[in-house]
């Protein structure tokens, strides 16, 4: 029996069930009445999603598309990060939406500081864009990922690694 356990704390999304809700985004364009003749582009890059639209009413409905599928595939809404509309060539309208993955230094450090204030026994360190939490408990693990999921980051957090 292991003397500790741990859990890794991470911001990650499964990269093929976006692949999945931005192809039936997609499909739901160009299959309705109000979008289908607009010539919208839903483009997936490395760290980026961009849209090309006729206007900006068309742009929000887009969203309201993309938001609905991806929920639908268990992928947090927190992983998009949207950028400024700008006009595009021809009177259309691009928008950039970033792709939130990994925490960051500043959220890292909210986490341990967190863990290390109400948790007098479990040890939290910063590993990258990750957090390692351990202790001698299981139960103490549970608290920390129950005390966690009540907080609001900006991004948003798997627990992995559990052992």
């Known amino acids: 029996?292991?003397?500790t356990?741990?859990?890794?704390?991470?911001?990650?999304?499964?990269?093929q069930e976006?692949?999945?809700?931005?192809?039936?985004?997609?499909?739901?364009?160009?299959?309705?009445?109000?979008?289908?003749d607009t010539k919208t582009t839903l483009e997936l890059g490395d760290d980026v999603i961009t849209i090309n639209s006729n206007s900006e009413f068309t742009l929000q409905s887009v969203h309201t598309i993309l938001n609905q599928k991806a929920a639908k595939r268990n992928l947090d809404l927190k992983i998009f990060e949207y950028g400024k509309v700008e006009s595009a060539s021809g009177s259309r309208v691009r928008q950039e939406i970033k792709l939130r993955k990994g925490i960051s230094t500043e959220t890292a450090k909210q986490i341990s500081k967190l863990?290390?204030?109400?948790?007098?026994k479990i040890q939290a360190s910063i590993q990258g864009d990750a957090v390692r939490v351990s202790a001698k408990s299981?139960?103490?693990l549970q608290a920390v990922i129950q005390r966690l999921k009540?907080?609001?980051?900006?991004?948003?957090?798997?627990?992995?690694?559990y052992r």
């Open 18 to 36: 976006l692949v999945n809700a931005i192809d039936q985004t997609n499909r739901d364009i160009t299959s309705r009445y109000d979008l289908k």
């Open 115 to 120: 863990i290390r204030d109400e948790f007098n």
């Open 150 to 161: 009540q907080e609001d980051y900006p991004m948003a957090l798997q627990f992995t690694n």
């Open 1 to 3: 029996m292991a003397s």
């Open 138 to 140: 299981k139960d103490e």
């Open 5 to 15: 356990y741990s859990f890794d704390v991470v911001s990650e999304f499964d990269r």
